[in-house]
């Protein structure tokens, strides 16, 4: 696993593809701001895997037929496909992943939302898109990460 963020984590390329991840329980109960609210700490786990998924970018440039999947209950399909993802269907092992996992995911949507937030897993999508299809999206995604970084700055630690 090589994280490229607090927040996001990839595992190593194994047959052309790159599964990606949230951060851990553990990431998320020390890398939050607790001081945050539910907004705030939403915007900036989508921040932090903006900055992840950059990175990653950056450094797979060169292949840019590799593949790059991720399952989320956090970002939607509209964000998804507007820094170049598409959604395709959850395989049933990753379902079954997440079944097993769900009071991980639990605590981990609790702290996201900064309250008790049982996640729904039928709203779980995962997305798919080539490093060619991020590379074309890069500047928007540069430009929504310094957005939300700025938009976190001014709502948490200027008050």
Known sequence: MIYYSPLFIAEKPKNGLIKIH????????FVIDKKMNGKQRTDFIIQQYLDGLL???EKHENNKKMKIRGT???VNKRTAEKIGFEIVDTDVLQK???IFN????????????????????NKTKTFDADVS???????????????????IANNVYKK
């Open 102 to 121: 769900y009071f991980n995911i639990l605590i981990s949507n609790s702290i996201a939302k900064n309250k008790l937030s049982f996640p729904k897993l």
């Open 22 to 29: 949230g951060g851990t329980l553990f990431d998320y109960h």
């Open 72 to 74: 989320s209950y956090i």
């Open 133 to 151: 299809q991020l590379l074309k999206r890069k500047e928007y995604i540069e430009k929504l990460n310094k957005s939300l970084i700025g938009s």
């Open 55 to 57: 990175h990653l970018i």
């Open 96 to 98: 079954i992943i997440l």
